[in-house]
């Protein structure tokens, strides 16, 4: 994005570097210990049209059209109309720039700065929508509706697992560590008004003439889990022949290989 300020304030980051022909360097490590796909917050994402063709693909797992009916229809619920900027490009300065840090972890003024930092970061647990791993994958969606067909049935329930890792191998890092990092951060937050650019809760900022940034992220999930489809505690299915299950808020019974739903 581009903007011209006279004065920039920058609250709550981790690096701020200010100088000409400097350089920023920056590499986080972070590990999460157990990634966690939910389907109580797919549920919160599911419209009409979803629930309506997950209904019926739960009777016919192998419809292409219900399939693609749910797919487009979670897609569409799911997709945020604009991405928010990843980065701020400052044009047009007034001379001089006023510069304010508030409560920055990292400050570094001076021209031709070379500044490298480290920060590596633990969580035991990020949690993501089961349906940020579902529209583009159609046979991720088949598995799911035959698992939700026969809930009594864990090898149907491991081949869905199986399926929910693969897929999950395919999320960009910056998904699952905005996940992971979401309950205790509330986000960056950019604003500017009448010459003056207010930035809060931003990783690092550089300011400067001819100065170059490298962010290098290496994400490492140790474990990938289901849960909140299930009503066993276990987040398994129920062996036997009267498992039962939540879905679209209603109790569902398996009886005989049957399913039935029960308000």
């Avoid at 997950?54 to 109309?81: E, H, I, K, M």
């Avoid at 809930?151 to 992971?180: G, H, K, M, Q």
Wanted: charged share 20%; with cysteine.
């Amino acid at each position: 994005m581009f903007c011209s300020v006279g004065r920039a304030e920058f609250r709550d980051a981790f690096c701020v570097v200010i100088g000409d022909e400097a350089q920023l360097e920056y590499q986080a490590l972070h590990t999460v210990d157990t990634l966690r796909f939910d389907a109580d917050l797919m549920r919160r994402d599911l419209g009409l049209i979803a629930t309506w063709a997950l209904d019926r693909l739960v009777g016919q797992p192998d419809s292409v059209f219900y399939n693609g009916v749910f797919r487009a229809a979670l897609w569409a619920a799911t997709t945020p109309p604009t991405t928010p900027p990843t980065q701020l490009e400052i044009g047009g300065v007034s001379a001089p720039l006023q510069v304010v840090t508030v409560d920055c972890a990292n400050v570094v003024s001076g021209d031709s700065a070379d500044v490298r930092l480290r920060d590596e970061r633990h969580d035991d647990q990020a949690s993501l929508s089961l349906a940020s791993v579902l529209p583009d994958n159609p046979g991720l969606v088949r598995r799911l509706a035959m698992t939700l067909a026969q809930p009594a049935d864990p090898a149907l329930y491991r081949e869905f697992a199986r399926a929910v890792s693969v897929a999950a191998a395919e999320l960009s890092d910056d998904v699952i560590a905005a996940a992971a990092i979401e309950a205790d951060n509330p986000g960056a937050f950019i604003d500017w008004a009448g010459g003056s650019l207010t930035a809060t809760g931003v990783t690092a900022a550089l300011i400067g003439v001819d100065s170059s940034l490298l962010h290098e992220h290496e994400l490492t999930v140790n474990e990938v889990a289901i849960a909140g489809v299930w009503a066993d505690d276990s987040g398994m299915p129920t062996a036997g022949p009267a498992a039962t299950f939540f879905w679209n808020d209603l109790r569902w019974i398996a009886l005989d290989a049957n399913l039935r739903r029960k308000s």
